[in-house]
């Protein structure tokens, strides 16, 4: 029964609570990117690569604290899939909150939802070279899509990532009318399946400071190879209001009271923040 309430729970949240009203959120057409096409571009094939998002002087700081954050050990988790995972990264730097909260980056988002939008996770990782003997639908390695409903992802690159890299692909195109949550397995394809439909790959390759936003119904997945540098990337999670997990800001909390992006939508039809599992590995 509980899972049933749960699959309506869903339901609801991705065909109601969640849709785009037009006429009542107008108000959030106010987006300021480069050009109207950079826009469409992100609707049409569902990602926009944002190159040098974050300026040398700010992502020297970042790196730097990235870094710091992983010799110290202070709340990490090492994945057996050979990644790290830091489970609180607001903490690591004041920036990435402020990244967060960027007006511009807000505008596209609410435009792109016609919604109010909320910080509804963040993730920062370490990824090293391609695993051995991987299984299938295990990881972020897999072509899948993830289920969150309507949700985009602002993923950063830290580090430079290049062709021989661990790098970031996607089959443009395949978000459209795709937002309705499944199962896990029923969002993992196996690379003959793909390869056998799609035929054209997007590849991010990028500098240090890189951004791509795409929306994360899209089929995507990382691609591992061996010899790889290291890679290290920050991302956060926006959704017009469901799927919130907790975030920890720490001592900056208080500087961002009252910014509706770390709250939770004033409806009572949607779930708080929750605290998620750091061994679910899906995304």
Known sequence: ????????????????????????????????????????????????????????????????????????NKNIYIAKNKYIRLLSPFMISESFIKI??????????????CKQCYVADVDARRIFPDMQDMIPFESSASWHKD????QLKLMIYLT????????????PGTHINNFWRAGYKRTRYLDSVIDNK??????????????????????????????????????IYYTP????????????????TGNPIFDVPNKFLFRKRFAESIENEEY
């Open 1 to 72: 029964m509980k899972k049933y309430l749960g699959n309506f729970r869903n339901f609801l949240e991705d065909a109601l609570l969640t849709r785009p009203f037009f006429i009542l959120d107008s108000s959030y057409y106010d987006f300021k990117v480069k050009s109207p096409g950079d826009y469409n571009l992100l609707k049409k094939n569902g990602f926009l690569v944002l190159n040098n998002f974050i300026k040398k002087n700010e992502l020297k700081t970042i790196q730097n604290d990235f870094n710091n954050y992983i010799s110290e």
């Open 160 to 171: 430079d990532v290049g062709e021989k890299d661990n790098y970031f692909s996607a089959i």
């Open 241 to 256: 209001g469901q799927e919130l997990r907790e975030l920890n800001l720490g001592m900056q909390k208080t500087k961002f």
């Open 198 to 235: 799609y035929h054209d790959f997007f590849k991010w390759f990028g500098k240090a400071g890189d951004a791509c936003i795409f929306d994360t119904n899209i089929i995507h997945r990382l691609v591992r190879n061996k010899g790889a540098n290291i890679r290290d990337s920050f991302t």
């Open 100 to 113: 967060a909260a960027n007006n511009e980056l807000l505008s596209i988002i609410k435009s792109y939802f």
């Open 147 to 150: 289920c969150r409903g309507r």
